[in-house]
């Protein structure tokens, strides 16, 4: 594990709560939609290699390769499932919507407020 600020490391930790969080929603109400899975796991190894120190000097260039892959198996998701739940109503995916926000918001918090990873 690498050295990093304490806010950095509740960023991290906090997205990887955010991910948990997600896919236990998908277990817990029957809906395991491996698409957002597989984002979530994108998200979470992400997170694991910056701590680690595997992906050092590309810390920050990684952060948008695998922020636009959470994204695009998220848009995937919705081209294939539309924006609503037929299974809760019809109503709009609104969790997942805030899901998404939140991930890529402190995503990009945990990367430009973590200092330059070097060792």
């Keep these: 594990m690498i050295n990093l600020p304490n806010s950095s490391k509740w960023f991290a930790f906090a997205i990887i709560l955010v991910q948990l969080f997600d896919a236990v929603i998908h277990i817990a109400t029957?809906?395991?939609?491996?698409?957002?899975?597989?984002?979530?796991?994108?998200?979470?190894?992400?997170?694991?290699?910056?701590?680690?120190?595997?992906?050092?000097?590309?810390?920050?260039?990684?952060?948008?390769?695998?922020?636009?892959?959470?994204?695009?198996l998220n848009l995937i998701f919705l081209a294939q499932n539309g924006l609503t739940n037929p299974e809760q109503g019809g109503v709009l995916r609104t969790t997942p919507f805030l899901l998404?926000?939140?991930?890529?918001?402190?995503?990009?918090?945990?990367?430009?407020?973590?200092?330059?990873?070097?060792?």
């Design 100 to 119: 998404v926000l939140l991930t890529v918001a402190l995503s990009a918090l945990f990367t430009f407020r973590t200092p330059a990873i070097s060792a």
């Design 30 to 72: 029957d809906q395991l939609e491996p698409t957002r899975i597989t984002a979530n796991i994108v998200i979470i190894v992400w997170i694991i290699a910056a701590l680690t120190g595997w992906i050092k000097k590309r810390f920050r260039s990684s952060f948008l390769a695998d922020i636009r892959v959470y994204l695009l």
